[in-house]
């Protein structure tokens, strides 16, 4: 399977802690888009899609969640929890995103602009184009 996940430095002082995150460098991409997601129920399966191009690193700043991956061979869960991980998916990966605690906040950063055109949101289509 595969991805990343990468520990940023976190560069703190008895005012708190701040991390910082550059494109082309810590990040792998350059980044052109960030979303976040927030009050979400904990119940809730978001996601159920794969790309064909994009690459993001998908943080939980706030909270927690479990991030399911599949690359159609195998599925593995993995569970955020640190505001200073970031999870490196590349394309042709199927995930699933659930098990938010109250207080989660999901950030992400894409390498592409929106495009709803590189979203495969048929688990046949992707298992079809991932052999
Ligand atoms: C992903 C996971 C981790 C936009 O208009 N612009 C955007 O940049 C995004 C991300 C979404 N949207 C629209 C498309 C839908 O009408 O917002 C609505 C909700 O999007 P979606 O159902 O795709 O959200 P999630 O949480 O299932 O998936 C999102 C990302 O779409 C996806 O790329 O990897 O978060």
New binding site residues.
Partial sequence: MEYELIDFKVRGDERGSLVALEGSSEIPFEIK?V?Y?YGTKREVI????S?RK?Q?V?FCPQGSCDFILDDGKERQTIHLNRPNCGLYIKSNIW?E?TNFSEDCV?M?LASEH?DEADYIRDYDEFKKEVK
């Fill in positions: 888009r979303y997601i978001r996601g159920r899609h790309h994009l993001q998908i995930r995103f999901v992400v929106y």
